[in-house]
């Protein structure tokens, strides 16, 4: 079944404790991209990448890493997560770019105390 | 002022009824997406559109470039389309990065 896959669905962290959700697709995407949905604020883009070894920063990167070292696999890093981090984090693919249909992950719940 | 505008913010109706969502937008944009969520869920492309017109079932997506503004109608609409539709454009002023509006949130009463 062609999918975005999340993990994990839900996190609790605390202030400084790095860590990793990872992004998986299945359908040979070039185009990869991570938001954040926060209430009263709606959807932000936080960085995206058109191809492999390519990212450019979105709307809200600071805090972020990201890296694309192989097509299927866009992992956001969070060196050292702040409470401000907290929201739902959404992965999202697209055949070639951001101007194409969008596929989303089921979203990552991430709370950081 | 948010680049991406939706009117309305809440949208309750009957069953039956017909829907219709806009969003305007202030960038150049190559493309356009509707995006359906549903309470607790996760994110599903309704649409994507650069030009004109595009249906799908009992959904119905149109765009005006000229006038920078797009709707999304729903037709004989149901309780199980209850859920937040967003707008987003993948703008060409701000090196194909996508903006989002801040949703409408649809309740259809049975």
């Known amino acids: 079944e062609a999918q975005v896959t999340q993990n994990p669905r839900y996190l609790i962290t605390v202030t400084g404790k790095k860590l990793t959700v990872t992004c998986s697709q299945n359908?040979?995407?070039?185009?990869m991209s991570w938001y954040r949905q926060d209430p009263g604020l709606g959807l932000r883009q936080i960085y995206y990448s058109m191809n492999v070894e390519v990212t450019d920063k979105g709307d809200v990167p600071e805090g972020y890493k990201v890296s694309r070292k192989e097509k299927r696999n866009f992992p956001l890093i969070l060196e050292s997560p702040s409470p401000n981090q907290t929201s739902l984090y959404f992965c999202?693919?697209?055949?070639?770019?951001?101007?194409?249909?969008?596929?989303f992950g089921s979203g990552t719940q991430l709370s950081v105390l | 002022k948010n680049e991406v505008e939706q009117s309305p913010q809440n949208l309750t109706a009957q069953e039956g009824e017909f829907i219709t969502i806009n969003c305007s937008y202030s960038v150049g944009i190559s493309a356009l997406h509707w995006l359906q969520q549903h309470p607790g869920g996760g994110i599903v492309s309704l649409f994507m559109l650069s030009s004109g017109k595009k249906k799908h079932g009992r959904l119905i997506a149109t765009i005006n470039i000229q006038e920078k503004h797009s709707s999304l109608h729903i037709t004989a609409s149901h309780p199980r389309d209850s859920a937040v539709y967003i707008c987003a454009v993948t703008s060409l002023d701000r090196d194909d990065k996508i903006i989002f509006g801040k949703g409408t949130r649809l309740h259809i009463l049975p």
């Open positions: 999202a693919s697209s055949p070639w770019g951001a101007n194409e249909k969008l596929f």
């Open positions: 359908m040979n995407h070039e185009y």
